[in-house]
């Protein structure tokens, strides 16, 4: 069974920075997408940034240059780095996994990934 577990989430203010993980374990794919998604209340939920088995990154436009994305395949972690952080980036952020042969992992829609963690809360003050 596929499971991933997310961590790394709460408050911080304006211009703090947090590290989000996510460990995936269960699965046995030579290749695969795994991506950073968040949500808020009312909205859809929105890709962040991606990672395939390569370690081909992709980011979203609205946190490019303050968000990174990276995996530890060894330790079946996949990580976001955020910097800068913003009131805007107020979210539940979601890791998701699937295996995949894409080169770039940026068009695959959330209800492509057939594995998610349960989302860790982060929250920005001003």
């Known amino acids: 069974e596929v499971t991933l577990v997310e961590s790394g989430g709460g408050s911080v203010n304006g211009g703090g920075s947090l590290r989000l993980s996510c460990v995936v374990s269960?699965?046995?794919?030579?290749?695969?997408?795994m991506a950073w998604f968040r949500q808020v209340p009312g909205k859809q939920r929105e890709p962040v940034a991606t990672?395939?088995?390569?370690?081909?990154?992709t980011i979203a436009d609205f946190v490019k240059g303050r968000f990174a994305v990276s995996q530890d395949v060894a330790k079946k972690t996949l990580y976001l780095q955020m910097n800068d952080l913003m009131t805007e980036d107020t979210a539940m952020y979601y890791c998701a996994a699937d295996p995949s042969l894409l080169t770039y992992c940026s068009g695959v829609p959330p209800d492509e990934y057939n594995y998610w963690g349960q989302g860790t809360q982060v929250t920005v003050s001003s």
């Open positions: 269960g699965y046995g794919w030579q290749s695969w997408c």
């Open positions: 990672i395939n088995d390569d370690g081909l990154t």
